[in-house]
């Protein structure tokens, strides 16, 4: 499956953003889909993953609340609402797909990669 994230810009902090990841494919169904971000200079960090049935989510404690993951099958779609956005959440954000996956926390986990999309939070 190929993956493009889409959605990132400035925002200011206690603002919204809503990134959108839209994958190729006609099996788009089987797959868990994961968002994960990096901010210069640290290493890639898991923000939120949803499982290929969508019947189970996990969060980063450091999003948890403010950020919600969601699936469109429909539109062979993943989405990341962010919300109340602080300025630590600044990064490069990626989605990743697994496939059959129970929406795993670990990088490695994930063999496809969407290119990244920049989301920047001001004070």
């Known amino acids: 499956v190929q993956l493009q994230a889409s959605g990132g810009g400035l925002v200011q902090a206690g603002g919204s953003l809503r990134l959108s990841c839209a994958a190729s494919?006609?099996?788009?169904?089987?797959?868990?889909l994961g968002w994960f971000r990096q901010a210069p200079g640290k290493e890639r960090e898991f923000v939120a993953a949803?499982?290929?049935?969508?019947?189970?989510?996990s969060y980063a404690d450091s999003v948890k609340g403010r950020f919600t993951i969601s699936r469109d099958n429909a539109r062979n779609t993943v989405y990341l609402q962010m919300n109340s956005l602080k300025p630590e959440d600044t990064a490069v954000y990626y989605c990743?797909?697994?496939?059959?996956?129970?929406?795993?926390?670990?990088?490695?986990?994930?063999?496809?990669w969407g290119q990244g999309t920049q989301v920047t939070v001001s004070s």
């Open positions: 494919g006609r099996t788009f169904s089987r797959y868990a």
């Open positions: 990743a797909a697994d496939l059959l996956g129970g929406g795993s926390r670990l990088v490695g986990d994930y063999r496809s």
């Open positions: 949803i499982s290929w049935t969508g019947g189970s989510t």
